[in-house]
């Protein structure tokens, strides 16, 4: 059993097509094909079942099918850990964030770690913090960049503290409020808000301060994309609460000081027990130590 015959396997059953899997793989049809064909005689079982319309999975190929992917996944880690033994950095790194991120310059950093080390293939995934510290730990992502309340910080991976920022508010230019130099929670509680969805991180920082202070306050409508909120606000649709320094990128939309205001923390999180060579180069462009304790 070959491991070529492996990634033949999964090309087929994730494209549902011999076709589209050759060309993935790189390989004419025929080729895969017999490849295939052979290990299924191999095995003494058919993986496929093929019409003149589709391609699916048998039973024994569905029984196959994570066994392959998690030998192929074997196979690529030791590849990874022998270049890493001889001072090369290859493989792949999924970097997670939330849409707010200011402490980091992510594109410049994201651009050095390039420069370095060319053969990491690399893929974002933008989220919420919550979700995110789950992925973490999950093994899904290797590197992440969070926002949370003060009150509240990471567990289950390691983490180093990036900066404070206090929320503002954020209204269209020609809002009554636009011309005001500072306001509190009180007044801005009778607003209209534009807010992140309910239950996650970047959402609980302003609930928790107006819940603190004894006020509600109506949210009207609620976006998973900050830049998308920061637009909805510049058509006069609500207002918001955003960290400052990320509130500094935004245009087309009036920021004013909340006396009052909740503050959050930002994070970078990585795995304390499974992190890859090409997480540990990414953790020292970012000037991270190489290794810290779960809290």
């Known amino acids: 059993m070959e491991l070529q015959q ?26 895969l094909s017999r490849q295939i064909a052979r290990l299924e005689q191999e095995l003494g079982a058919k993986l496929f079942e093929r019409t003149t319309r589709r391609v699916r999975l048998t039973p024994a ?10 030998c192929l996944e074997a196979a690529e880690r030791a590849a990874v850990e022998v270049a890493a033994a001889v001072g090369e950095v290859r493989g792949r790194l999924c970097v997670g964030l939330i849409p707010s991120v200011a402490a980091v310059d992510i594109p410049g950093a994201l651009r050095d770690y390039r420069q370095r080390y060319p053969q990491v293939r690399i893929s974002l995934r933008v989220g919420a913090s919550d979700d995110l510290v789950e992925q973490v730990k ?4 290797e590197v992440a960049f969070l926002g949370l309340p003060t009150t509240v910080r990471p567990e289950g991976v390691s983490c180093r503290e990036l900066a404070r920022d206090r929320l503002v508010a954020v209204v269209a230019p020609d809002h009554p409020l636009a011309d005001e130099p500072a306001i509190d929670l009180r007044r801005l509680s009778s607003e209209v808000f534009v807010d992140l969805p309910a239950k996650t991180a970047g959402r609980a920082q302003s609930d928790l301060a107006f819940s603190a202070a004894g006020l509600t306050r109506d949210v009207a409508f609620e976006v998973t994309n900050a830049d998308f ?3 909805l606000v510049g058509q006069g649709l609500g207002v918001a609460m955003l960290p400052a320094a990320y509130v500094a990128q935004l245009s087309g939309v009036t920021t004013i000081e909340v006396i009052d205001a909740p503050a959050r923390v930002e994070y970078v999180i ?5 992190r890859t060579p090409a997480a540990t180069a990414f953790l020292r462009v970012l000037r991270m130590p190489d290794t810290e304790a779960a809290v």
């Open 6 to 31: 492996m990634r033949y396997v999964v090309a087929v059953a994730e494209t549902n097509s011999f076709t589209r899997a050759a060309e993935h793989c790189l390989v004419v049809q025929s080729a």
């Open 61 to 70: 190929g569905a029984a196959f099918l994570p066994a392959a992917r998690q």
């Open 138 to 141: 999950q093994g899904a992502i």
């Open 229 to 231: 909120l920061a637009r």
């Open 270 to 274: 990585w795995s304390p027990d499974s």
